[in-house]
């Protein structure tokens, strides 16, 4: 009997979309209870239902090329399957790089929710949304039209070719966008720690805060493994490339980053049914009820602004900055919980901070 490991590939493939879908469930029905569903949230559906056609076009692919068997076993594919095969290949190019934009998209948004009105900061996430909306919707473009006429990206592979097509190089077309996914990966991940790096937190805190806002890291090594894999192909050092979960690995990368932009959702969910075990750190209330406000980036303290003056209760609201040749600015940066013990936040903590300018 031919060993193959193919059951286990779609398998991948099957699973991982399975858990970015539970993920996503999690996040929107947490984000509804709390009645905090925004922009961020709707980048991550849309995010999603690539993902989910990514899975399928993949799932088709794997079987059509005899993915997870090794190469000396493989047979020769007859021009019916490789023609639907190479458009199958195709389709995954053009899926694939919108998820992660998306996903970081709703990064970007969820950063900017946060309130942090230092410049430096508020600039970085400007810039580096545009660029990361910039490189989705190049890629996207890009995508399909690798061959002029498009046709002729799967057609090449037809005893007579069609005649004045074109193609670009298809090996740098592929390192260059795989390796732009691990740098945007990298700048997304350190805003947040930079975010976290001024504030007076005490060290379980900031460690709490900063995993939370950095569980991405996964994605940037798997990122780094998908690179490898593609390295590896187009110079032909992997010998074996068929066998194993290489060419499942873009399908578990794209999965990977919306689970984790969904995990602190995750946690809310569970402490809807599990209190005692997911509570907030803190475990106390008399820090004041804290939650997002509906304006688009703004946070507000509920339980202070009716007792405070107008003026105190700016103060109270975030990174004001309204003085930027201030030392230092009074600053509550708030990831915090609602009043109602199911309606806490994805990170159930409170952090009051000093950020100094």
């Given at each position: 009997m031919v060993e193959n490991m193919q059951a286990q590939v779609l398998a991948a493939v099957v699973v991982f979309p399975i858990l970015g879908t539970v993920s996503?469930?999690?996040?929107?029905?947490?984000?509804?209870?709390?009645k905090q569903f925004y922009w961020d949230d709707t980048l991550c559906i849309i995010g999603w239902a690539f993902a989910v056609s990514y899975a399928v076009v993949e799932y088709t692919w794997i079987k059509m090329n005899w993915f997870g068997y090794h190469l000396v076993d493989i047979p020769k594919l007859s021009l019916e399957e490789t023609i639907p095969a190479t458009r199958d290949s195709l389709a995954q190019q053009v899926l694939y790089n919108p998820v992660l934009g998306l996903?970081?998209?709703?990064?970007?948004?969820?950063?900017?929710?946060?309130?942090?009105?230092?410049?430096?900061?508020?600039?970085?996430?400007?810039?580096?949304?545009?660029?990361?909306?910039?490189?989705?919707?190049?890629?996207?473009?890009?995508?399909?039209?690798?061959?002029?006429?498009?046709?002729?990206?799967w057609n090449r592979y037809r005893p007579v070719p069609p005649d004045d097509?074109?193609?670009?190089?298809?090996?740098?077309?592929?390192?260059?966008?795989?390796?732009?996914?691990?740098?945007?990966?990298?700048?997304?991940?350190?805003?947040?720690?930079?975010?976290?790096?001024?504030?007076?937190?005490?060290?379980?805190?900031?460690?709490?805060?900063?995993?939370?806002?950095?569980?991405?890291?996964?994605?940037?090594i798997i990122s780094a493994i998908r690179f490898k894999v593609f390295y590896d192909f187009w110079m032909g050092l992997d010998n074996d490339g068929t066998y194993g979960y290489n060419q499942a690995i873009s399908g578990i990368e794209i999965n990977v980053a919306l689970i984790t932009c969904c995990a602190p959702a995750l946690k809310a969910m569970m402490t809807l049914f599990m209190p005692r075990f997911f509570g907030t750190i803190n475990g106390s209330r008399r820090h004041g009820e804290v939650s997002y406000s509906r304006e688009p980036y703004a946070m507000q303290d509920r339980s202070h602004s009716k007792s405070k003056p107008q003026s105190q209760r700016e103060n109270m609201s975030g990174?004001?900055?309204?003085?930027?040749?201030?030392?230092?600015?009074?600053?509550?940066?708030?990831?915090?919980r609602r009043s109602d013990r199911c309606h806490q936040d994805e990170y159930g903590i409170s952090l009051h901070a000093v950020v100094r300018s």
């Open positions: 996503l469930a999690a996040r929107v029905a947490t984000r509804l209870w709390m996903v970081k998209a709703s990064m970007v948004v969820f950063y900017l929710r946060l309130g942090d009105q230092r410049r430096a900061i508020k600039w970085a996430l400007y810039i580096f949304g545009a660029i990361n909306i910039g490189h989705m919707v190049s890629v996207f473009i890009a995508a399909p039209f690798q061959c002029i006429p498009v046709s002729a990206y097509f074109q193609c670009i190089d298809e090996k740098a077309f592929s390192l260059i966008t795989a390796g732009l996914a691990i740098l945007t990966d990298v700048v997304v991940l350190l805003i947040p720690m930079a975010m976290l790096w001024n504030l007076q937190l005490n060290l379980r805190k900031k460690v709490v805060v900063g995993i939370a806002l950095s569980l991405g890291w996964v994605v940037t990174l004001h900055g309204r003085d930027d040749d201030a030392k230092s600015q009074e600053a509550i940066v708030k990831i915090g």
